[in-house]
């Protein structure tokens, strides 16, 4: 089944997208511009009336239907995902954009720190996939954004155990993509660079101090590196990418979207990869699945910024 998203559009019958992480920074700026362009969008987001009020009060008054969802929670997801059905229907688009990152070394971070970044990067965009996907199944079409990073392809000292999520993130969302397509549902994996929201820039350090006062070079070089990445993207220009790819045709719609300062060298890792993981497909008997999910052309797009 070919995916179809684009023949629900038009001024009479516009999407309904669900945003996670919207109380602030990226995910934020997301819902305020698809709020723009007509579609009707659920922002989800943890302690709507009390700590993010004010972004609830500004989100609803844009006119974004907000939803208390904390991720890490399968009672909440469900609870969430259950409200923004009743609301409208139906679920056209799911943009996983909520996400934590985390600071310093692999021997200064406790199990407890790691379990943290992948509770949110990636076991709660799977809770949201597993929440949303039955409703989009029902429909016969439907489109999964999934907000990953360079960190998802490369990997930095002090930046590990974010990088590993990111990189968990990524391969189940490859597979999802083959996965859903005989349903109609899409799946896009997005890597994004550093924004000026502050995400990286107030990231939380890994917990145990005692082992962190040993790497003091190391945190130095991480704590200028976000400044200077940051100020070559804006969280606009990757917003207007993630619409772009929710009205682009299927049929265009790549595995992977590169919106980064390294996108050329990101790009180039991409289709490497992608012949190589051809092969092993093609020897393991899955290339005639994974084929009716990917477009003609196997089209990595990368634009740098």
């Known amino acids: 089944m070919d995916f179809q998203l684009e023949q629900l559009t038009g001024p009479q019958n516009p999407l309904v997208a669900i ?9 934020y700026v997301l819902v305020k511009q698809l709020l ?17 009020q004010a972004a609830r009060s500004s989100l609803e008054a844009s006119g974004a239907f907000v939803v208390d969802i904390d991720v890490t929670r399968d009672r909440s997801v469900k609870s969430g995902v259950a409200a923004a059905v009743r609301e409208f229907g139906h679920i056209d688009v799911l943009i996983n ?28 965009a799977h809770r949201m996939v597993r929440s949303v996907v039955p409703h989009m199944r029902r429909t016969g079409s439907g ?18 155990c974010y990088s590993a999520s990111k990189w968990a993130l990524e391969a189940i ?14 799946c896009v994996i997005v890597e994004l660079g550093a924004m000026d929201t502050g995400f990286d820039i107030h990231s939380p350090e890994v917990s145990d101090t005692r082992r962190l006062r040993h790497y003091g070079p190391l945190l130095e070089t991480l704590k200028k590196d976000p400044q200077r990445l940051a100020s070559q993207m804006s969280p606009a220009i990757a917003s207007e990418a993630m619409i772009a790819l929710i009205e682009m045709p299927p049929v265009d719609r790549p595995i992977r979207l590169v919106r980064h300062p390294m996108a050329v060298e990101l790009q ?23 084929d009716g999910a990917t477009n003609p052309q196997e089209q990595e797009q990368g634009v740098s910024t």
Not at 36 to 51: E, F, I, K, L, Q
Not at 102 to 124: K, M, Q, S
Not at 269 to 280: A, G, H, I, K, M
Request: proline share 4%.
């Open 173 to 186: 969302s490859e597979s999802l993509r083959w996965e859903l397509a005989t349903f109609g549902i899409g």
């Open 36 to 52: 723009t362009r007509g579609y009707r969008v659920v922002a989800s987001m943890r302690d709507p009336t009390g700590a993010n």
């Open 19 to 27: 945003v996670t992480g919207s109380s602030r920074g990226f995910g």
């Open 97 to 124: 954009s909520a996400g934590i990152t985390l600071t310093g070394p692999i021997e200064a971070t406790t199990t407890n720190d790691l379990i943290r970044v992948f509770d949110v990067n990636v076991l709660g």
């Open 143 to 160: 489109l999964i954004l999934q907000v990953s990073s360079g960190a998802g392809r490369f990997t930095m000292p002090g930046r590990g």
């Open 268 to 290: 180039k890792y991409n289709d490497q990869l992608w012949q190589l993981e051809r092969s092993l497909l093609n020897r393991r008997g899955y290339l005639p699945l994974v």
